[in-house]
C-alpha cells in the first residue's frame, strides 16, 4: 500500500492541484495515498471557531486545541501510529536529510497552522503518543503552514521510490553530495557568444567527473561556505583540497 499522508489545515483548496497531479500520479503507481482536511470539520460551534486570544498577551489569534485533538483522534487512531510533520519558524531546519527521513514514513500527518500558531499542548499531547516535527523552510515568516507543506510535499514526493523516472538524478543532485550542484548546459554547442566549456563534449568521462566535482566544490566554496564547511573531510581527496 502507498503511503499516507494527511494535510489539515483551514484553506485545503490550497492542495486541490495536488489532488490532480500527485493523485493522478499515486493512482497509477499507488506512491501516495493524499487525504485533504479541513480543520474546521472538526468544529461544533456555529462559527466554526479555530482561533481565539493569546494567553499572556500580545497581538494576533491563537489556533485553538480542541480542533486539533479532535482532527489527530480521528486521522490516528489508537493503535495506529503516524508522524506528525508541523511548519513553524520556531521548527528545525528542513533541509535534503529531514525530506530523505520523512520520504521513510508509512504515514504521515501535515498540520498547517494560521495566525501566530497553533496552542502548544497540541503538540506536546500529540507527542505523547506518536513522533512530532516541528520544523521550519527557511529563516523568513509565512502567514501559514500550507506553502511550507506544498514544499515539503514536493521534496518528498520525489524520493519515493519510483516517482522519478531517472532514478540517477537523485544521485548528482544538489545537496545528494553534501555540495551544490555543477552547471548544467545543452545545445547549441554556441549561444550568443556563449560557448559550453570544451570539456563537457570532449567526451573523456573521466575528465568529465573531474571537472564536474570541481565545479561543485568552487561553486559551494562561493555559494555556500557552510555547506563546505559541514562536509565530511574523510569524502575529499587530495586534489580537492588543493583547489
Ligand atoms: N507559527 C507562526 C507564526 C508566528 C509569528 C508570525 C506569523 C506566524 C504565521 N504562521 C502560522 C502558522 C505557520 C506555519 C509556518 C510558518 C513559517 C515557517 C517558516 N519557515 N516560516 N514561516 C509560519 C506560520
Known sequence: TGKRVDVVSIFPEYFAPLELSLIGKARTTGILDLHLHDLRTWTHDVHRTVDDTPYGGGPGMVMKPEPWGQALDELVPQGTTARLVVPTPAGAPFTQATAYELAAESHLVFACGRYEGIDQRVLDHAAERMPVSEVSLGDYVLFGGEVAVLVMLE??????????????????????????????????????????????????????????????????????????????PATLDKRDLAL
Open 155 to 232: 521534496a518528498i514526493t520525489r524520493l519515493i521510490p519510483g516517482v522519478l523516472g531517472n532514478a540517477d538524478s537523485l544521485a548528482d543532485e544538489s545537496h545528494a553530495h553534501g555540495l551544490l550542484e555543477t552547471p548544467a548546459y545543452t545545445k547549441p554547442p554556441s549561444w550568443r557568444g556563449h560557448d559550453v566549456p570544451d570539456i563537457l563534449r570532449s567526451g573523456d568521462h573521466g575528465r568529465i567527473a573531474r571537472w564536474r566535482r570541481d565545479q561543485a566544490l568552487l561553486r559551494t566554496a562561493a555559494r555556500r561556505p557552510d555547506l563546505l564547511a559541514a562536509l565530511d
